[in-house]
């Protein structure tokens, strides 16, 4: 059974950073591709960064340069570090993994970016 669970969404001005996390519990951890993916209001769920088992890292255009994924394969988790907030980035953020047949998905957490 995969669980994800996201935390570190919050309020947050332009120009301010959040980090958030996500801890994945079973044992494909080590094997998967975890994905933070956001959904705005209105608008399709995209990805925003991904990395692989062997570190493989892939952005979106529009987080290049401000945003970091990184992950702790001991403490099964995923980071994302988002520097230079700005109101675009206002969504729910969520964790996903992806192994071979199979991709799950956290339930999100809120990142609302304003002043």
């Known amino acids: 059974q995969v669980q994800l669970v996201e935390s570190g969404g919050g309020l947050v001005q332009p120009g301010g950073s959040l980090t958030l996390s996500c801890n994945a519990s079973?044992?494909?951890?080590?094997?998967?591709?975890m994905d933070w993916f956001r959904q705005a209001p209105g608008k399709q769920r995209e990805m925003v960064a991904s990395i692989t088992v062997g570190s493989s890292l892939n952005y979106a255009d529009s987080v290049k340069g401000r945003f970091t994924i990184s992950r702790d394969n001991a403490k099964k988790s995923v980071y994302l570090q988002m520097n230079r907030l700005k109101p675009d980035d206002t969504a729910v953020y969520y964790c996903?993994?992806?192994?071979?047949?199979?991709?799950?998905w956290g339930q999100g957490t809120q990142v609302t970016v304003s002043s």
């Open positions: 079973g044992s494909f951890f080590n094997l998967a591709t």
């Open positions: 996903s993994m992806r192994i071979p047949g199979a991709h799950y």
